[in-house]
Structure formats: structure tokens, C-alpha cells
Nanobody, 127 residues
Framework: QAQLVESGGGLVQAGGSLRLSCAAS????????MGWFRQAPGKERNFVAA????????VYADSVKGRFTISRDNAKSTVYLQMNSLKPEDTAVYSC????????????????????WGQGTQVTVSS
């Protein structure tokens, strides 16, 4: 089972940027596809972005396409989420997730496809 720890959240003004990190341990990081999800207060958790085992495939929610970039560094067992042009509606708790994947080039966008989750990091965007 993977242990995942997010960091990098905080308070930022609209139009600003943040970079989230998710450090993984307890497994062979390159064997796992990774994803980011977010949950706003009073709302269900939603997909944000996902990346395949070696980063060749990425997928994004329409709401963040062109503004957010997911990447990974397998040598550091870390996945990142660069968030630019932030909007108040991006305010949420952001969580990373991991799943073992036999397919090296596949990314996953459904919550129930993931096995392990981090505790989340709060992102607040002020208007």
C-alpha cells in the first residue's frame, strides 16, 4: 500500500499560482499511475488531472485544462500539480491518489479506479 503526503497548498489571490506536491512511499512509484482530485465544501470529490506511470499520458478535467499541469518525477517518487490562473472556484481540498497499473501509458480519471489516497491539502483562492 502506498503512503501519500500532499504539500504546497495555501491561500492565493485570483490569477495567482500554486504548485502542489505529493510524495509517495511504500511502493515502487513508477509502477503506479497517479491522479489529483479535489473536494470543495459541501460538494462531492471531483477529478482534476491524471498521469500515467512514466508521464507519457495525461488527462485533465475540462475546468482546469490549459491552466493546470500534472507532472511526475519517478526518481523522487513525487507527483506535482502546477496550478496557474487560479480562480475562486478552484478553492478545495486537493488530494492525490495512486493505483498500480500494468499499462505503462494509461491514465485514470475515475475515483474508484484508485487504491491509495493522501490526506489532502487545502487550496483557497480569494477574489
Amino acid at each position: 500500500q502506498a503512503q501519500l503526503v500532499e504539500s504546497g497548498g495555501g491561500l492565493v489571490q485570483a490569477g495567482g499560482s500554486l504548485r502542489l506536491s505529493c510524495a509517495a512511499s511504500g511502493h515502487t512509484f513508477s509502477a503506479y499511475a497517479m491522479g489529483w482530485f479535489r473536494q470543495a465544501p459541501g460538494k462531492e470529490r471531483n477529478f482534476v488531472a491524471a498521469i500515467s506511470r512514466f508521464g507519457s499520458s495525461t488527462v485533465y478535467a475540462d475546468s482546469v485544462k490549459g491552466r493546470f499541469t500534472i507532472s511526475r518525477d519517478n526518481a523522487k517518487s513525487t507527483v506535482y500539480l502546477q496550478m496557474n490562473s487560479l480562480k475562486p472556484e478552484d478553492t478545495a481540498v486537493y488530494s492525490c491518489a495512486a493505483r498500480w497499473s500494468a499499462a505503462a501509458t494509461r491514465s485514470y480519471s475515475q475515483m474508484d479506479e484508485y487504491e491509495d489516497w493522501g490526506q489532502g491539502t487545502q487550496v483557497t483562492v480569494s477574489s
